[in-house]
């Protein structure tokens, strides 16, 4: 191990080489609820792509484990080291946009940097990275590594739709660049779109060319009611076929949104005669650079939603909306304050959630648990909490939610990624052909299994 | 080959099987300009997943080479069989469209479904499968494996980004299913991904799920020319900017636009001084769900293009529209048939363009070749003939084009791939430990190299 420190402060001088009690609690954690946090041999902060090539070179040659880590906002163990003897990379230093290039449309940023202060440094030119998926402190190295999606996904896909390149360094030390400035390539394998994703177990992310939009500079955001759950789910792929291209979807059952609201103080004027008969409720999100062609969309949707069956409608004031779409990505965080046990991310078909929502309840029944919760209705992720303080119960209950996903055609994890939390259920579940081609791909990268090992795969 | 054309006759039936003086023509090569055709020892037809299991299974034993076969439509000779004793395994009868989802909106297609075919189903649903690459009769497998792009990326993306979840026969005869009808997942490493635009070299598809759109029902067509190439390529970046969001951008160069409209006798109403005076046209469409809008933003976008330089703006009557826009897809056939040797279509950073352009000229003249062309401005997808008829010649320009595009961070291929006729470019211009990689990735699926050997890599 003092071998190891001291070839590493050779690369990163040893001021960016932490061991012992220097290491502090938050690199051995993320925010999954169910991991144990695992201090490392070392944390390692590089600040340029030669110093990470120059880790990796180390790590392979003493077969260490090396585990990356951006800003430890991730929810399913994925930045938790491997083993005491791991090290951790963390990109807390390489957080520099490096470029906004306004005629291209792209942005070039570090692993680094995050959401937030991405979306700061756009916001004068009138550009947007559409990816929004809850945690703005959340890191772009992060976000590419988990595929992060969000709410607005149902508008502009996922991290992957919206990374162009990448700078990697592979598990030998190599730095290679993949993709660029440009959305049409067939020249070899898409090396890009296999590290996104592949949660640190592929290579180490250095740089990303982020694809860029016109920031639109109107927004409404319309709330509905409606008397059950069903309803709401039915509504969603009826008002996606009316070509009002909606930016953010979400369903919220009652018990989330009065949680949330609470959680807050939102008073969202929904008198409480309606509360009481509303089970679940839509929240829709809609943006244009044209005022008045808004307001026609905001005209356009009241009505859908009235015929759909929604109790009442109410346009939300700016304020409001933000209160509530805020509360909404804090909905992980009440659920942690009022002692869910674990949460899951199934993503389904669309047309496939009232089925799905169906099914949990009688899992939730089955089990002796309550499972709660909302979700990105528009793309059928569905985000739920489960209380089940019993581990054997509450790993029924979670292996049964990703069964019945999986059997209507969906995946275990929409956004949060296997990691080492649901590896598990994945291994149990996914096609053992899947998984064997899986380790072979691991292998073609990462012959000595150093990066991040114990995440996704054994 | 007695022996295996009665094992391959076991699996699709005798008929299925062809041999000998049975294989047309038409299985010895595909479109691209400069392969040499080579006539398989046999083609197979298999109508089923499991006949392709079936086949692939034989030839994985006896380690015959397979290439896949769409509509042979490709450009870069990947469809050409590797040599004579391999089996071309053609999608001819896997032509259904088994499902289109109006809830999901996603349609599921086997490979032999042509783009032509989709359209016309989705047409009464009012959806649309937005890639558009200039051939109709191409097959959806076939654009799965070049990920194929086309004039509408500039909007929608290309193949890539509307393939939400395949089947795949491996080369071991084992059935895949990755992704499906969602559109975020974080499930293990992106085996669509990594299969889309592998050219046959991974996996052979035998389904795909597809994403679909509400079909805008109005269209307007805007044509402008310019004095110099310069000015219509810098307009690009700009119009982008303006938030229209232009479902086609292209350029098309006065050589070219001369050649398309008197090879399908289209007369535009330009006079004769302005086209004297213009080097290169602008085609800007645009769609929308109301008639209005789209009016405003024709409006609006004709302003724009007047203040960027343009000489005057058309706004194309729809007839001439589609003809135009027709003409343009047969670009490729105008310059086969004015003697063109070879193709290019490199991508670079839209804003880049100009200036590959003048290092395209430079080229031209030190090699005293002629190269004319069109291109997918929006997104910096240039399409180039080239007139050499000396290969030694012809090989340093190509290279050279493809060394000056790479330089302004560009790739070989946008759309068309690299299949053969590119493989000596690529292995000579790309970085080795990246290719080196894509041979560890190939290993991983297709450890005896059964899988269209010849293509892509050695």
Known sequence: MADLAARLSEIVTPEHVLTGDAISDDYAHDEALTATPQ???????????????????????????????????????????????AIVVSFERMNEIIEIDTENHVAVVEPGVSLSQLDEALASHRL???????????????????????????????TRHQVLGLEAVLASGEVIRTGGKFVKATTGYDLTQLIIGSEGSLALVTEAVLKLYPRPEHQATVMAPFPT??????????????????????????????????????????PQEIRDRALAYLVVMMENAH??????????????????????????PPQAATQLVDAREKAFWVAKANGADDIVDVVVPRAAVPEFMAKVSELAQTHQSLVAGCGHAGDGNVHLSVFQADPEQRYKVMRGLFEVGMSLGGAISGEHGIGKEKKRYFLELENPVKVELMRRIKQAFDPNGILNPGTLLD
Chains 1, 2 share one sequence.
Do not use: F, W
């Open 128 to 158: 947007v990275y559409p990816v929004y998926p809850g945690e703005y402190s959340a890191s772009l190295g992060g976000n590419v590594a988990t595929n992060a999606g969000g709410m607005r996904a149902v508008k502009y896909g996922v």
């Open 291 to 316: 005022a008045e062609r808004l307001d026609e969309d905001v005209q356009a949707l009241s009505e859908q939603l009235s015929e759909l069956g929604a109790i009442d409608v109410y346009v939300l």
């Open 229 to 270: 759950l069903d309803e709401v789910t039915g509504a969603v792929p009826k008002i996606v076929a009316s070509g009002i291209g909606p930016l953010v979807l979400e369903y919220i059952d009652m018990l989330t949104m009065a949680a949330i609201t609470a959680h807050v103080g939102l008073d969202l004027g929904v």
């Open 39 to 85: 201090v490392p041999a070392a944390v390692v902060r590089p600040g340029t792509t030669g110093e990470v090539s120059g880790v990796l070179r180390v790590a392979n040659e003493q077969r260490v484990p090396v585990t990356a880590r951006g800003n430890g906002t991730g929810l399913s163990g994925a930045a938790v080291p491997a083993t005491k003897g």
